[in-house]
Nanobody, 123 residues
Framework: HVQLVESGGGLVQTGGSLRLSCAAS????????MGWFRQAPGKEREFVAA????????YYADSVKGRFTISRDNANNTVRLQMNSLKPEDTAVYYC????????????????WGQGTQVTVSS
């Protein structure tokens, strides 16, 4: 079992940057693949990025490729999402998630979720 707490959201102008962090409890963080998802008002939750247990495999949604970077620090039980060149369409609540079975793009594959952090990009 793992508990996830996101931080780092906020309000930023178009073209700006934010770095989201997700802190995980427990001593087995490296046994989970980690992912970031987002949900905008009135829309379904969508995949953003994912990283394998030791970081050797990374996936990105096409909409964020080249602008967002996911990374993890297993020594400190943390996964981060560096977001650059932000656009208004990136506005959403961003969720961190952990998957027991390995890296995936689909939300049902994830077993544990954080509470989310709001990211708002003004035009």
């Amino acid at each position: 079992h793992v508990q996830l707490v996101e931080s780092g959201g906020g309000l930023v102008q178009t073209g700006g940057s934010l770095r989201l962090s997700c802190a995980a409890s427990g001593r087995t963080f490296s046994s989970y693949a980690m992912g970031w998802f987002r949900q905008a008002p009135g829309k379904e939750r969508e995949f953003v990025a994912a990283i394998s247990r030791i970081g050797g495999i990374i996936y990105y949604a096409d909409s964020v490729k080249g602008r967002f970077t996911i990374s993890r620090d297993n020594a400190n039980n943390t996964v981060r999402l560096q977001m650059n060149s932000l656009k208004p369409e990136d506005t959403a609540v961003y969720y961190c998630a952990a998957a027991v079975r390995g890296i995936a793009r689909n939300s049902p594959e994830y077993d544990y979720w954080g509470q989310g952090t709001q990211v708002t990009v003004s035009s």
